[in-house]
């Protein structure tokens, strides 16, 4: 995991932006499953940036899914997808792979695994990538995989689980190593902890500190103004 200092999320969002120009520009199609919460300008502002980047056919070899969402009816207000809409990604030209449906949670994380089973299978076929932007949180949770949830000893590739404030469905720890590259976004003093034990030299389970699953990924960007 590469360790980058900067005060805000700008800079991430810039190199997030310029990777996945490339990646598309090469002609390869990219998986990019983005996460909500504080991150979501960071993602419509990565995305905007690509649009400019990119030559206009390269979206259309773009896929966009979410990593974790909070189930519920389709555009329910707590919804990350609809918040990512709301806040101005821009979902048009390219493949759009929505969470929710209106069917049940068992429903939505069968569902929800097939599609990025067939996504990830497909990527691989064309020699394309899968990208993730994440955030973590001051518990360390990572997607929707809070410490010791159900989610965090899944053996398949998502999960979903009554968190507490949402019901949660999730890619799981098996995921990680299929993404060819993870960057997270983690800023503000409330996260000092996490960030600190998240880099330091302490063997630390993914059990105890999901965010410690991103070293799994293929190659992992951490920005940040703590390290």
Same mark, same amino acid.
């Given at each position: 995991?590469?360790?980058? $200092?900067?005060?805000?999320?700008?800079?991430?969002?810039?190199? !997030?932006?310029?990777? &996945?120009?490339?990646?598309?520009?090469?002609?390869?199609?990219?998986?990019?499953?983005?996460?909500?919460?504080?991150?979501?300008?960071?993602?419509?502002?990565? !995305?905007?940036?690509?649009?400019?980047?990119?030559?206009?056919?390269? &979206?259309?070899?773009?896929?966009?899914?979410?990593?974790?969402?909070?189930?519920?009816?389709?555009?329910?207000?707590? #919804?990350?997808?609809? %918040? !990512?809409?709301?806040?101005?990604?821009?979902?048009?030209?390219?493949?759009?792979? =929505?969470?929710?449906?209106?069917?049940?949670?068992?429903?939505?994380?069968?569902?929800?695994?097939?599609?990025?089973?067939?996504?990830? $299978?497909?990527?691989?076929?064309?020699?394309?990538?899968?990208?993730?932007?994440?955030?973590?949180?001051?518990?360390?949770?990572?997607?929707?995989?809070?410490?010791? #949830?159900?989610?965090?000893?899944? $053996?398949?590739?998502?999960?979903?689980?009554?968190?507490?404030?949402?019901?949660?469905?999730?890619?799981?720890? #098996?995921?990680?190593?299929?993404?060819?590259?993870?960057?997270?976004?983690?800023?503000?003093?409330?996260?000092?902890?996490?960030?600190? +034990?998240?880099? #330091?030299?302490?063997?630390?389970?993914?059990?105890? %500190? =999901?965010?410690?699953?991103?070293?799994?990924? +293929?190659?992992?960007?951490?920005?940040?103004?703590?390290?």
């Amino acid at each position: 995991m590469e360790t980058i $200092r900067t005060n805000g999320p700008a800079e991430g969002a810039r190199r !997030l932006a310029s990777d &996945l120009a490339a990646r598309l520009s090469g002609g390869r199609p990219v998986l990019w499953l983005v996460c909500g919460g504080s991150n979501i300008k960071a993602a419509a502002e990565a !995305l905007d940036a690509v649009r400019r980047a990119a030559p206009p056919e390269a &979206l259309g070899r773009l896929a966009v899914g979410l990593t974790d969402e909070r189930y519920g009816p389709v555009g329910h207000p707590d #919804s990350n997808w609809k %918040q !990512l809409a709301d806040a101005g990604f821009g979902f048009e030209g390219v493949r759009r792979l =929505p969470v929710l449906s209106g069917k049940s949670l068992s429903e939505t994380v069968a569902a929800y695994a097939e599609t990025l089973d067939a996504e990830c $299978r497909g990527v691989r076929a064309a020699k394309g990538s899968v990208v993730a932007l994440f955030g973590i949180g001051a518990d360390g949770h990572i997607a929707g995989i809070l410490p010791h #949830s159900p989610a965090a000893s899944e $053996r398949g590739i998502v999960a979903g689980y009554d968190a507490g404030a949402y019901t949660r469905v999730t890619i799981a720890p #098996s995921f990680f190593p299929k993404i060819d590259a993870a960057y997270a976004f983690v800023f503000g003093e409330g996260k000092r902890a996490a960030v600190a +034990r998240l880099t #330091s030299r302490e063997a630390v389970a993914p059990i105890d %500190q =999901p965010a410690q699953l991103i070293k799994t990924a +293929r190659k992992a960007y951490l920005f940040t103004d703590m390290a």
